[in-house]
């Protein structure tokens, strides 16, 4: 469909989503719209319309509506209603346009050029002028680009207003900055040459070459040469004062055709080359008639061939002239005569004429090397190439160039993204604990009980990710590729450590006290049977899965079970009934309690509660009084058994005897109790859990979503079952019922079945790449090879691995060599197959090897040269040392000319040397390392999982490089006396040894007599590590380890511990008691026993084993108190001390039992108190923590997770240490944790990579080459692992093969045939030598040209001769060429303003005769860009002063001197003027001066005038200066040696040996109050405040101590004034 608007233009619309052009559409815009249309005006009132806004519509297309603002404006500038202009003459406001839509944004685009160079912005009077003096440091520039809209598709150009309507348009200018102007720098002059002339008068030149040329307007270089006359003593003689006459000859002029009168004497002479021709090449003389018949024979030749190249080529003989003149010694001609004797030199000879390169036409474009994105944004690049067809000749045009690159792919935006390369890495292998072990632990451990932590090891490899923007079927999945690609990340880690699960350790508490007898489920009692229990708590637990902690709650049957208790709280005393003694009545409050001591409802209680009234008495003053009852002694037995049962008393004593009428004392039987206790039968059960069983599948349990998927299989939930039983202490296995049910652990849990795992394996990577050359024909076959990597093996019944992960084929489909290069004679070369298809030219070049020679020598013989037939072949050699030679003849006429007879030019016969096959090999170098030899592919791809240790020790081979020499001593192959290049030989890498230690000794004493100590066990060394073994730990000086466990030992308590294996078992103590048996009223039986001892048994030990302080008094004082006195309880327990400070004190009590009778004693006190002393009443107690013990470890590991422990102690103020119960009575909280985990870290060895290929040798020829290959260390060594080897890398070196390469002579001098002077030429030549590729081996040798390549192609490349020039006596001429100048950058404040720097040089003039300086060439210089430029600053330099003048120069930042002395002698400038050149590079305002003045002048004796401009002494006199600041006289400085003496008018005296070193310290000593500018220094007026108040001071002490005073009646002695003085005694 189209779509026309009301312009007219007709645009194709977008159909089905194809491509659109707008080229026509959107030509509307290239017409020009004004931004503001005035019309014609009425009156002073006109309409003025704004600028089209954008298109509008709903639609793409057509359809857009554009609109403008109109209004009515006054001539004036300011805008009125629309009605005072012309309604007729109002412009359109509206009008339709061609919308365009977001996606015609993907046809167009701006395309910008390169920004052009930087131009100054030009001055307002429109002159281009360069602002010097105003440039600080650069000038204000502008550079401009080109913005094209152009199509996408074909890259042609539209207008401009397409692309605005999507983005704006770019900047086509921008600012710049010009470096301010760079004058032309010079260097320092050289020194001045010899006199031109031995005698009279004659010249001197001394020279300077370019350093840097102008830029940016800066200075023209300055005259490079200076000269000077020089004038001899020696007067000339007659014969020197006459001039000397030479041959001067011109330069050849350029080679042309001769005219037609000399078309009988020259011609065209064409040589065939073609393909009949046989060794002698056929020359053919054509005349020539005209010009227009040469052009057009020459164009008939070229086109008669059908090639793509021409396949022969015509040469023209023409002739060149020069001419020939005789000068004098002062330059001038003379007559030709004065100076050819003989016959004259040639000044017409034959030339071939010049022949420019040809070449083909260029070859298509390379692909672009730039195939997708990448992220570094630059483009790729493509080449294309061309061919020489023609060589130049005789100074025709060089060939351009044979090659071309330029940029492709730029932006990129449609390739597909770069392939990314990341690291991978296969699932963890097992975990392994063996290769932990030292070589003695291998041998002496039971590897298959092994536990704790160890490590496991994966495989990393590389992989290119797979781009999302590629086809499906595109994508590789993992497929690995060369580590190389991945490089510039770091791998994963390949070892990580892991843990075996050991047998579970628990750490556990004392057994709590039994509790009472309860129903086996209190919320549901049932029958008369319970249980009572007691319990211990799990203090630290490993984290192994193996197995449980032992039993932690033990039962008891009992009878009558009650789960809650009546508990009865006595509120008040006992109140009496009647009177104030007697009977009465005390109040109890009665609760129900828990078994845990918990308040409940009374409903939980069965039985009745108790009477909450209890009958009781209180005594009168006549009853006898009986005191409280003691405690319950300790139970006779644990438990009961058929003949024993536990029992326990308690007693109570008389405290007063009744009166008479009082109530009597009750019998002795009633003072004491005995009650059952502890009548459980010896009878303990618990339950015990076997090991978890290994986990089922159980197909009635709903999985619910907790399955877990993963690619291929799904882990499905089962059971783990255990079985549980209730134990007999002692005997066994019993019923269930035995045992509380209520504690019975679970026998079945839930668990994961393990899921099944199939093998995944990555796909095969890529066959190994082809070789890169041909191979021989008897060869055995190559082959590649590719690979697999297993990421994960198969468990669980999965799905097997494949069992082939490395496969090798022969090469197939690969080329051989079949390709050859076919080519025209002489430059036609092209790449064809055996078949005679063409190929591309990089086919020949690998497979048919390196390219033909393009050109062949050849002669066009003239008209009167000598012809010979062919060379015959050579002759057969006799053997090594033995010649050949070949022959050839003359022909025709020329056996009968006299010049084709001289053998000397024309040889009939030559002879070669015979080539040897007589090798002689050396070594070279030195020995590689030793290389141990290598696993294959195969093995290694299949044992990664087992993390096989790669054997660093053992037998070797180390290779050494041989040098193979032939006959001549020319190095070549070395596979021509060896095989391999190498010599081998087989060496050995000692084995690491690791350390060996002794076996742990027996656990030591405890380091303490009481509380907690330590016990330790060592290890003794046996032998040291060698050879990288593994290091030994950490010893002591005695060459011991140590391993620390805890003991804690009390004399009267002991504390059991549960150490882990290996620790051995804690011995402490048994805890002591004293025990008092009564054996009257007033003396004890104290025995000491052990503590837990029933009563009847004998228990009694040395009571030396008991606290001797807390020992009970044998005798006490007792009381008994009389009828009618008062009676009171025994004494309380002291209270604790609120602190040990001083004014406290702690209280005792006492309560009154029995009232005394009236009259009587009143009772005594019932309150005491004592101070509290510290340590002596009062006493503080604190926690102590013993040290941690080492960790232990379970018996079979080696590292990992384990226990250590730490002892608790109370320890008293005093330092007395008790029972942890001591503090706790006192209410101190344990903050201390008793054991944690640890870990003891495991000594991990070095673990490396496999060796990466062998790199390819560094250089391709030469003894230098290398060969490496690298590792690298996946884990470093940790704690006493084996220590990393230091070999990472490993370098062999490659086979020496000789290095052949062109080498260019030096250029001869220059050489002028037939004459003195004048132009000549210079040549040089080109040899094949053989070289070992270091300077510091043999020099290069000759050898064959044909081991270098073309001879002739190298010729073509670089010239072989040049002109050169050889000036006569008088002339004026330039210099040689000087050496190129330091790389040098144009800078900006000390940065660099340019990447690419440039060098200069420069010829001078020399100018022999004053006469000839009119004629004389202007100098010349010339520069060349360069790389690795510097910036280089400029600054002036002085010398010292003499006679108050000095040099100043200019220097260079590299120590380059860049200004010489002022010219004498300037040469006129190229325009003819004689104005002063600035030398650049330092700026003239900032010159040093090089005259120092004095005003006035320094006349005075002695002065000289100083470089700040003022008169001063010399040294040793001192400077005295007038009121005005100026010089008076010089006066002689006291203590100078005046000895010297020194005349004024000269420097004699100064230039006499001054004193010596310590002599000059002091006559350097000069008190000058004036400076050198006339002012008085400041120290003068410091000197004068410091003395005036000196004098204060002694007005004041004088009037202090000559005071008259009472006492004193007579006046002292006259004080002798003290002078200060300096006579210049070194003494003071």
Same mark, same amino acid.
């Not at 054996?1079 to 030990?1101: F, I, N, P, Q």
């Given at each position: 469909?189209?779509?026309?608007?009301?312009?007219?233009?007709?645009?194709?619309?977008?159909?089905?989503?194809?491509?659109?052009?707008?080229?026509?559409?959107?030509?509307?815009?290239?017409?020009?719209?004004?931004?503001?249309?005035?019309?014609?005006?009425?009156?002073?009132?006109?309409?003025?319309?704004?600028?089209?806004?954008?298109?509008?519509?709903?639609?793409?297309?057509?359809?857009?509506?554009?609109?403008?603002?109109?209004?009515?404006?006054?001539?004036?500038?300011?805008?009125?209603?629309?009605?005072?202009?012309?309604?007729?003459?109002?412009?359109?406001?509206?009008?339709?346009?061609?919308?365009?839509?977001?996606?015609?944004?993907?046809?167009?685009?701006?395309?910008?050029?390169?920004?052009?160079?930087?131009?100054?912005?030009?001055?307002?009077?429109?002159?281009?002028?360069?602002?010097?003096?105003?440039?600080?440091?650069?000038?204000?520039?502008?550079?401009?680009?080109?913005?094209?809209?152009?199509?996408?598709?074909?890259?042609?150009?539209?207008?401009?207003?397409?692309?605005?309507?999507?983005?704006?348009?770019?900047?086509?200018?921008?600012?710049?900055?010009?470096?301010?102007?760079?004058?032309?720098?010079?260097?320092?002059?050289?020194?001045?040459?010899?006199?031109?002339?031995?005698?009279?008068?004659?010249?001197?030149?001394?020279?300077?070459?370019?350093?840097?040329?102008?830029?940016?307007?800066?200075?023209?270089?300055?005259?490079?040469?200076?000269?000077?006359?020089?004038?001899?003593?020696?007067?000339?003689?007659?014969?020197?004062?006459?001039?000397?006459?030479?041959?001067?000859?011109?330069?050849?002029?350029?080679?042309?055709?001769?005219?037609?009168?000399?078309?009988?004497?020259?011609?065209?002479?064409?040589?065939?080359?073609?393909?009949?021709?046989?060794?002698?090449?056929?020359?053919?003389?054509?005349?020539?008639?005209?010009?227009?018949?040469?052009?057009?024979?020459?164009?008939?030749?070229?086109?008669?061939?059908?090639?793509?190249?021409?396949?022969?080529?015509?040469?023209?003989?023409?002739?060149?002239?020069?001419?020939?003149?005789?000068?004098?010694?002062?330059?001038?001609?003379?007559?030709?005569?004065?100076?050819?004797?003989?016959?004259?030199?040639?000044?017409?000879?034959?030339?071939?004429?010049?022949?420019?390169?040809?070449?083909?036409?260029?070859?298509?474009?390379?692909?672009?090397?730039?195939?997708?994105?990448?992220?570094?944004?630059?483009?790729?690049?493509?080449?294309?190439?061309?061919?020489?067809?023609?060589?130049?000749?005789?100074?025709?045009?060089?060939?351009?160039?044979?090659?071309?690159?330029?940029?492709?792919?730029?932006?990129?935006?449609?390739?597909?993204?770069?392939?990314?390369?990341?690291?991978?890495?296969?699932?963890?292998?097992?975990?392994?604990?063996?290769?932990?072990?030292?070589?003695?632990?291998?041998?002496?451990?039971?590897?298959?009980?092994?536990?704790?932590?160890?490590?496991?090891?994966?495989?990393?490899?590389?992989?290119?990710?797979?781009?999302?923007?590629?086809?499906?079927?595109?994508?590789?999945?993992?497929?690995?590729?060369?580590?190389?690609?991945?490089?510039?990340?770091?791998?994963?880690?390949?070892?990580?450590?892991?843990?075996?699960?050991?047998?579970?350790?628990?750490?556990?508490?004392?057994?709590?006290?039994?509790?009472?007898?309860?129903?086996?489920?209190?919320?549901?009692?049932?029958?008369?049977?319970?249980?009572?229990?007691?319990?211990?708590?799990?203090?630290?637990?490993?984290?192994?899965?193996?197995?449980?902690?032992?039993?932690?709650?033990?039962?008891?049957?009992?009878?009558?079970?009650?789960?809650?208790?009546?508990?009865?709280?006595?509120?008040?005393?006992?109140?009496?009934?009647?009177?104030?003694?007697?009977?009465?009545?005390?109040?109890?409050?009665?609760?129900?309690?828990?078994?845990?001591?918990?308040?409940?409802?009374?409903?939980?209680?069965?039985?009745?509660? &108790?009477? !909450? #009234?209890?009958? %009781?008495?209180?005594? +009168?003053?006549? =009853? *006898?009084?009986?005191? /409280?009852? @003691?405690? $319950?002694?300790?139970?006779?037995?644990?438990?009961?058994?058929?003949?024993?049962?536990?029992?326990?008393?308690?007693?109570?004593?008389?405290?007063?005897?009744?009166?008479?009428?009082?109530?009597?004392?009750?019998?002795?039987?009633?003072?004491?109790?005995?009650?059952?206790?502890?009548?459980?039968?010896?009878?303990?059960?618990?339950?015990?859990?076997?090991?978890?069983?290994?986990?089922?599948?159980?197909?009635?349990?709903?999985?619910?979503?907790?399955?877990?998927?993963?690619?291929?299989?799904?882990?499905?939930?089962?059971?783990?079952?255990?079985?549980?039983?209730?134990?007999?202490?002692?005997?066994?296995?019993?019923?269930?019922?035995?045992?509380?049910?209520?504690?019975? &652990?679970? !026998? #079945?849990?839930? %668990?994961?079945?393990? +899921?099944?795992? =199939? *093998?995944?394996?990555? /796909?095969? @990577?890529? $066959?190994?790449?082809?070789?890169?050359?041909?191979?021989?024909?008897?060869?055995?076959?190559?082959?590649?090879?590719?690979?697999?990597?297993?990421?994960?093996?198969?468990?669980?019944?999965?799905?097997?691995?494949?069992?082939?992960?490395?496969?090798?084929?022969?090469?197939?489909?690969?080329?051989?060599?079949?390709?050859?290069?076919?080519?025209?004679?002489?430059?036609?070369?092209?790449?064809?197959?055996?078949?005679?298809?063409?190929?591309?030219?990089?086919?020949?070049?690998?497979?048919?090897?390196?390219?033909?020679?393009?050109?062949?020598?050849?002669?066009?013989?003239?008209?009167?040269?000598?012809?010979?037939?062919?060379?015959?072949?050579?002759?057969?050699?006799?053997?090594?040392?033995?010649?050949?030679?070949?022959?050839?003849?003359?022909?025709?006429?020329?056996?009968?000319?006299?010049?084709?007879?001289?053998?000397?030019?024309?040889?009939?016969?030559?002879?070669?040397?015979?080539?040897?096959?007589?090798?002689?090999?050396?070594?070279?170098?030195?020995?590689?390392?030793?290389?141990?030899?290598?696993?294959?592919?195969?093995?290694?791809?299949?044992?990664?999982?087992?993390?096989?240790?790669?054997?660093?020790?053992?037998?070797?081979?180390?290779?050494?490089?041989?040098?193979?020499?032939?006959?001549?001593?020319?190095?070549?192959?070395?596979?021509?006396?060896?095989?391999?290049?190498?010599?081998?030989?087989?060496?050995?890498?000692?084995?690491?040894?690791?350390?060996?230690?002794?076996?742990?000794?027996?656990?030591?004493?405890?380091?303490?007599?009481?509380?907690?100590?330590?016990?330790?066990?060592?290890?003794?060394?046996?032998?040291?590590?060698?050879?990288?073994?593994?290091?030994?730990?950490?010893?002591?000086?005695?060459?011991?380890?140590?391993?620390?466990?805890?003991?804690?030992?009390?004399?009267?308590?002991?504390?059991?511990?549960?150490?882990?294996?290996?620790?051995?078992?804690?011995?402490?103590?048994?805890?002591?008691?004293?025990?008092?048996?009564?054996?009257?009223?007033?003396?004890?039986?104290?025995?000491?026993?052990?503590?837990?001892?029933?009563?009847?048994?004998?228990?009694?030990?040395?009571?030396?084993?008991?606290?001797?302080?807390?020992?009970?008094?044998?005798?006490?004082?007792?009381?008994?108190?009389?009828?009618?006195?008062?009676?009171?309880?025994?004494?309380?327990?002291?209270?604790?001390?609120?602190?040990?400070?001083?004014?406290?004190?702690?209280?005792?009590?006492?309560?009154?039992?029995?009232?005394?009778?009236?009259?009587?004693?009143?009772?005594?006190?019932?309150?005491?108190?004592?101070?509290?002393?510290?340590?002596?009443?009062?006493?503080?107690?604190?926690?102590?923590?013993?040290?941690?013990?080492?960790?232990?470890?379970?018996?079979?590991?080696?590292?990992?997770?384990?226990?250590?422990?730490?002892?608790?102690?109370?320890?008293?103020?005093?330092?007395?240490?008790?029972?942890?119960?001591?503090?706790?009575?006192?209410?101190?909280?344990?903050?201390?944790?008793?054991?944690?985990?640890?870990?003891?870290?495991?000594?991990?060895?070095?673990?490396?990579?496999?060796?990466?290929?062998?790199?390819?040798?560094?250089?391709?020829?030469?003894?230098?080459?290398?060969?490496?290959?690298?590792?690298?260390?996946?884990?470093?060594?940790?704690?006493?692992?084996?220590?990393?080897?230091?070999?990472?890398?490993?370098?062999?070196?490659?086979?020496?093969?000789?290095?052949?390469?062109?080498?260019?002579?030096?250029?001869?001098?220059?050489?002028?045939?037939?004459?003195?002077?004048?132009?000549?030429?210079?040549?040089?030549?080109?040899?094949?030598?053989?070289?070992?590729?270091?300077?510091?081996?043999?020099?290069?040798?000759?050898?064959?040209?044909?081991?270098?390549?073309?001879?002739?192609?190298?010729?073509?490349?670089?010239?072989?001769?040049?002109?050169?020039?050889?000036?006569?006596?008088?002339?004026?001429?330039?210099?040689?060429?000087?050496?190129?100048?330091?790389?040098?950058?144009?800078?900006?404040?000390?940065?660099?303003?340019?990447?690419?720097?440039?060098?200069?040089?420069?010829?001078?003039?020399?100018?022999?005769?004053?006469?000839?300086?009119?004629?004389?060439?202007?100098?010349?210089?010339?520069?060349?860009?360069?790389?690795?430029?510097?910036?280089?600053?400029?600054?002036?330099?002085?010398?010292?002063?003499?006679?108050?003048?000095?040099?100043?120069?200019?220097?260079?930042?590299?120590?380059?001197?860049?200004?010489?002395?002022?010219?004498?002698?300037?040469?006129?400038?190229?325009?003819?003027?004689?104005?002063?050149?600035?030398?650049?590079?330092?700026?003239?305002?900032?010159?040093?001066?090089?005259?120092?003045?004095?005003?006035?002048?320094?006349?005075?004796?002695?002065?000289?005038?100083?470089?700040?401009?003022?008169?001063?002494?010399?040294?040793?006199?001192?400077?005295?200066?007038?009121?005005?600041?100026?010089?008076?006289?010089?006066?002689?400085?006291?203590?100078?040696?005046?000895?010297?003496?020194?005349?004024?008018?000269?420097?004699?005296?100064?230039?006499?040996?001054?004193?010596?070193?310590?002599?000059?310290?002091?006559?350097?000593?000069?008190?000058?109050?004036?400076?050198?500018?006339?002012?008085?220094?400041?120290?003068?007026?410091?000197?004068?405040?410091?003395?005036?108040?000196?004098?204060?001071?002694?007005?004041?002490?004088?009037?202090?101590?000559?005071?008259?005073?009472?006492?004193?009646?007579?006046?002292?002695?006259?004080?002798?004034?003290?002078?200060?003085?300096?006579?210049?005694?070194?003494?003071?």
């Amino acid at each position: 469909m189209t779509l026309k608007d009301d312009f007219g233009v007709i645009a194709w619309t977008r159909r089905d989503g194809k491509y659109l052009s707008l080229f026509l559409v959107l030509s509307l815009f290239s017409i020009p719209v004004p931004a503001d249309l005035v019309f014609p005006e009425d009156h002073h009132f006109s309409w003025r319309a704004g600028q089209w806004g954008q298109c509008v519509g709903e639609d793409c297309g057509s359809g857009g509506v554009q609109t403008r603002t109109i209004w009515c404006m006054h001539t004036e500038g300011w805008t009125t209603h629309h009605s005072h202009c012309q309604h007729m003459d109002k412009p359109e406001s509206q009008r339709q346009c061609f919308k365009v839509c977001g996606w015609h944004q993907d046809l167009f685009e701006w395309e910008v050029s390169d920004w052009g160079g930087c131009v100054l912005v030009p001055f307002f009077s429109n002159e281009l002028k360069l602002r010097m003096t105003d440039c600080i440091t650069a000038q204000h520039g502008i550079q401009r680009r080109k913005v094209h809209c152009v199509r996408t598709s074909n890259r042609t150009s539209v207008t401009s207003r397409i692309c605005e309507f999507f983005s704006q348009r770019p900047p086509v200018e921008q600012a710049c900055l010009i470096p301010c102007p760079q004058d032309c720098v010079v260097s320092d002059f050289t020194s001045w040459s010899s006199c031109s002339k031995t005698c009279g008068s004659g010249l001197q030149h001394r020279t300077r070459h370019v350093l840097s040329t102008p830029m940016y307007g800066g200075a023209h270089c300055p005259n490079l040469t200076e000269i000077r006359t020089c004038l001899s003593n020696v007067r000339c003689s007659a014969e020197e004062d006459e001039y000397q006459y030479n041959l001067k000859v011109g330069a050849w002029s350029e080679c042309r055709l001769p005219h037609h009168k000399d078309a009988l004497l020259s011609g065209r002479t064409t040589v065939d080359f073609g393909t009949s021709s046989n060794e002698n090449n056929t020359v053919t003389l054509h005349t020539l008639a005209s010009h227009h018949q040469t052009h057009h024979t020459h164009h008939k030749h070229h086109h008669a061939h059908t090639h793509k190249y021409p396949m022969s080529w015509e040469l023209e003989v023409g002739y060149q002239t020069r001419h020939v003149r005789c000068t004098r010694s002062d330059g001038k001609n003379a007559m030709l005569s004065l100076c050819t004797k003989d016959s004259p030199p040639l000044t017409f000879q034959a030339c071939a004429m010049p022949k420019d390169c040809q070449t083909s036409d260029w070859s298509s474009w390379s692909p672009c090397s730039k195939t997708c994105q990448s992220t570094d944004l630059s483009p790729g690049y493509r080449l294309r190439s061309r061919v020489m067809t023609q060589i130049p000749m005789s100074g025709g045009k060089r060939c351009p160039g044979l090659e071309e690159k330029e940029a492709c792919n730029i932006i990129g935006d449609l390739l597909p993204s770069c392939p990314r390369f990341v690291w991978r890495s296969t699932h963890w292998g097992e975990c392994r604990i063996l290769p932990l072990l030292s070589q003695q632990d291998r041998r002496q451990a039971n590897i298959s009980i092994l536990c704790g932590r160890g490590i496991q090891t994966r495989k990393t490899y590389c992989v290119q990710v797979p781009d999302d923007s590629a086809p499906h079927h595109r994508k590789e999945v993992s497929r690995p590729v060369n580590a190389r690609l991945c490089d510039g990340e770091e791998p994963p880690s390949a070892v990580q450590h892991c843990s075996v699960p050991c047998q579970h350790q628990c750490l556990l508490s004392k057994w709590s006290p039994w509790g009472a007898c309860l129903h086996d489920n209190c919320k549901e009692p049932q029958g008369k049977k319970g249980f009572r229990q007691r319990r211990r708590d799990v203090m630290w637990q490993s984290d192994s899965t193996l197995g449980t902690c032992p039993h932690l709650t033990e039962f008891i049957p009992c009878e009558d079970p009650s789960c809650y208790l009546w508990q009865i709280q006595q509120e008040g005393g006992c109140i009496p009934n009647e009177s104030s003694c007697g009977p009465g009545s005390a109040v109890h409050n009665i609760t129900c309690v828990s078994a845990e001591g918990e308040k409940v409802s009374d409903v939980y209680c069965a039985d009745d509660p &108790p009477p !909450t #009234v209890e009958a %009781c008495e209180v005594a +009168c003053s006549a =009853d *006898c009084v009986a005191g /409280p009852w @003691s405690s $319950w002694s300790p139970c006779s037995h644990s438990c009961a058994t058929k003949t024993a049962e536990g029992r326990q008393s308690r007693t109570r004593t008389v405290l007063a005897i009744p009166g008479k009428e009082g109530k009597a004392c009750p019998a002795g039987p009633a003072l004491e109790e005995w009650r059952v206790c502890n009548d459980h039968p010896c009878i303990v059960f618990h339950w015990q859990a076997s090991a978890w069983g290994p986990c089922i599948e159980d197909t009635s349990m709903d999985l619910n979503g907790t399955g877990i998927k993963n690619e291929t299989s799904v882990c499905a939930v089962g059971l783990q079952i255990r079985k549980v039983s209730c134990i007999k202490m002692n005997v066994g296995p019993v019923i269930s019922k035995r045992c509380s049910d209520s504690f019975r &652990p679970e !026998t #079945v849990r839930p %668990c994961l079945l393990p +899921c099944r795992k =199939d *093998c995944i394996v990555t /796909p095969f @990577s890529e $066959w190994t790449a082809c070789p890169s050359t041909c191979l021989p024909e008897n060869s055995t076959a190559a082959t590649q090879s590719r690979y697999r990597t297993v990421i994960q093996r198969s468990a669980n019944g999965g799905q097997e691995c494949p069992d082939t992960l490395y496969e090798e084929r022969e090469y197939i489909d690969l080329f051989q060599c079949e390709l050859k290069a076919g080519f025209a004679q002489l430059t036609g070369i092209s790449c064809v197959g055996e078949s005679g298809e063409s190929a591309n030219m990089t086919e020949c070049l690998r497979w048919a090897g390196p390219l033909p020679p393009q050109i062949r020598e050849c002669r066009v013989a003239c008209k009167d040269d000598c012809t010979l037939t062919a060379w015959s072949k050579f002759s057969e050699c006799a053997g090594c040392g033995s010649s050949q030679s070949r022959k050839r003849s003359l022909t025709g006429r020329s056996k009968k000319k006299e010049q084709c007879l001289n053998e000397g030019l024309y040889p009939l016969e030559e002879t070669q040397t015979c080539p040897c096959d007589e090798f002689l090999s050396q070594p070279y170098g030195n020995w590689s390392a030793c290389i141990l030899p290598e696993s294959s592919a195969l093995g290694s791809l299949q044992g990664w999982m087992s993390h096989r240790e790669v054997k660093e020790c053992g037998q070797g081979l180390r290779y050494k490089a041989v040098a193979c020499v032939n006959q001549q001593g020319h190095l070549v192959d070395s596979t021509l006396c060896t095989d391999s290049g190498y010599i081998v030989e087989v060496c050995h890498i000692p084995c690491p040894l690791d350390c060996k230690l002794s076996d742990w000794s027996a656990w030591s004493a405890c380091s303490a007599s009481c509380g907690s100590g330590l016990k330790i066990r060592s290890k003794w060394l046996r032998e040291k590590a060698f050879n990288g073994g593994r290091p030994c730990p950490k010893l002591d000086l005695k060459n011991q380890t140590m391993s620390h466990s805890l003991a804690k030992v009390y004399p009267r308590s002991h504390q059991q511990m549960f150490p882990l294996e290996p620790q051995p078992e804690v011995i402490g103590l048994t805890e002591m008691k004293f025990t008092v048996h009564r054996k009257s009223s007033s003396r004890h039986l104290v025995e000491c026993v052990k503590k837990g001892t029933a009563s009847g048994e004998d228990g009694t030990v040395k009571e030396s084993l008991c606290d001797q302080e807390e020992m009970p008094p044998r005798a006490q004082v007792c009381y008994l108190a009389c009828p009618d006195d008062c009676v009171t309880a025994p004494w309380g327990p002291w209270s604790n001390c609120p602190q040990c400070d001083q004014g406290a004190a702690k209280n005792r009590s006492r309560h009154i039992l029995r009232l005394p009778a009236p009259g009587h004693t009143e009772c005594p006190e019932l309150l005491q108190s004592e101070q509290c002393i510290l340590n002596n009443t009062c006493f503080t107690y604190q926690y102590r923590v013993s040290d941690w013990s080492t960790c232990q470890l379970s018996e079979n590991a080696i590292c990992g997770e384990g226990l250590r422990q730490r002892l608790l102690d109370c320890i008293r103020s005093d330092g007395k240490i008790l029972e942890v119960e001591k503090c706790e009575q006192f209410g101190l909280i344990n903050k201390w944790r008793l054991s944690e985990s640890c870990t003891v870290d495991c000594p991990v060895s070095c673990i490396l990579s496999d060796w990466s290929p062998w790199a390819d040798c560094s250089h391709t020829c030469g003894s230098q080459g290398q060969s490496g290959r690298t590792r690298r260390i996946l884990q470093e060594a940790h704690e006493e692992g084996r220590p990393c080897p230091n070999q990472i890398t490993q370098i062999k070196p490659c086979p020496i093969r000789p290095c052949y390469t062109w080498l260019l002579s030096d250029w001869s001098p220059c050489t002028i045939e037939g004459a003195e002077c004048g132009q000549g030429f210079r040549r040089r030549n080109l040899s094949c030598v053989v070289h070992w590729g270091s300077r510091h081996d043999s020099p290069p040798q000759p050898v064959r040209e044909e081991l270098c390549g073309d001879i002739l192609q190298q010729h073509v490349q670089q010239p072989m001769e040049q002109p050169c020039f050889v000036p006569c006596p008088g002339d004026c001429h330039l210099t040689e060429w000087s050496t190129w100048s330091s790389c040098q950058l144009t800078c900006l404040e000390g940065r660099s303003f340019e990447t690419t720097g440039r060098q200069a040089r420069s010829r001078a003039v020399i100018i022999q005769v004053m006469e000839n300086q009119a004629s004389c060439p202007h100098q010349v210089f010339e520069t060349k860009p360069c790389k690795g430029g510097k910036c280089h600053s400029y600054q002036w330099r002085t010398g010292g002063w003499s006679n108050n003048e000095r040099v100043v120069w200019c220097q260079r930042s590299d120590g380059v001197n860049v200004t010489g002395e002022q010219l004498q002698f300037p040469l006129a400038s190229p325009d003819g003027s004689y104005r002063a050149f600035c030398e650049g590079g330092c700026f003239p305002q900032k010159r040093p001066t090089t005259l120092r003045h004095c005003h006035p002048p320094c006349t005075k004796p002695f002065s000289h005038c100083t470089p700040s401009g003022v008169c001063g002494c010399e040294k040793g006199y001192t400077e005295v200066m007038t009121t005005h600041g100026f010089l008076d006289y010089c006066t002689r400085t006291p203590g100078v040696d005046n000895n010297k003496k020194a005349d004024v008018k000269t420097n004699s005296g100064r230039l006499k040996p001054g004193p010596s070193q310590a002599r000059d310290l002091f006559t350097e000593w000069t008190l000058r109050p004036v400076g050198p500018d006339g002012r008085v220094k400041l120290w003068v007026y410091a000197v004068t405040a410091v003395g005036f108040i000196l004098i204060l001071c002694i007005i004041a002490l004088s009037f202090l101590v000559c005071k008259p005073t009472k006492a004193t009646k007579t006046s002292p002695p006259p004080q002798k004034p003290l002078t200060l003085a300096y006579d210049g005694d070194m003494d003071m």
